[in-house]
C-alpha cells in the first residue's frame, strides 16, 4: 500500500518561513518525479514545485519563485518543500504527489495558514 504523508503545516506570520515534509511508503521515490500542490476553497489544485528523479530538475510556478525551494532525500525517501517570505496569498492546503508513468499517488494534505 502507498502513503504519502506530509507534515510541517501550521500558522506563520507573514514573512515568516515554514519548511513541509513529505514522506513515501510502499514505493521508492527515486523512481518518481515529484510534486507539491496547493489548493485553496474553491479553487482548482495548482502546481506550485516539482522535481525530477533523473538529475533532481526543479520547476516552480511563477508566484513561488525565489522563494520557495523543493528538495529529495532519496535515502530516506522523503521531499521537502521550504517555504520563505510567506504571504497570506500562501495559505492553503499542500498536498505532496508522486508520478511514474501511469501511477500517481496523492498525500492528504497538510494546512499553511499565514496571517498575522
Known amino acids: 500500500q502507498v502513503q504519502l504523508v506530509e507534515s510541517g503545516g501550521g500558522r506563520v506570520q507573514p514573512g515568516g518561513s515554514l519548511t513541509l515534509s513529505c514522506v513515501a511508503s510502499?514505493?521508492?521515490?527515486?523512481?518518481?518525479?515529484m510534486s507539491w500542490y496547493r489548493q485553496t476553497p474553491g479553487k482548482e489544485r495548482e502546481l506550485v514545485a516539482t522535481i525530477g528523479n533523473v538529475i533532481g530538475a526543479t520547476t516552480y510556478t511563477d508566484s513561488v519563485k525565489g522563494r520557495f525551494f523543493i528538495e529529495r532525500d532519496n535515502s530516506k525517501n522523503m521531499i521537502f518543500l521550504k517555504m520563505h517570505y510567506l504571504g497570506p496569498e500562501d495559505t492553503a492546503v499542500y498536498f505532496c504527489n508522486a508520478v511514474r508513468r501511469d501511477s500517481v499517488y496523492w498525500g492528504q494534505g497538510t494546512q499553511v495558514t499565514v496571517s498575522s
Open positions: 510502499g514505493i521508492s521515490i527515486s523512481l518518481y518525479e
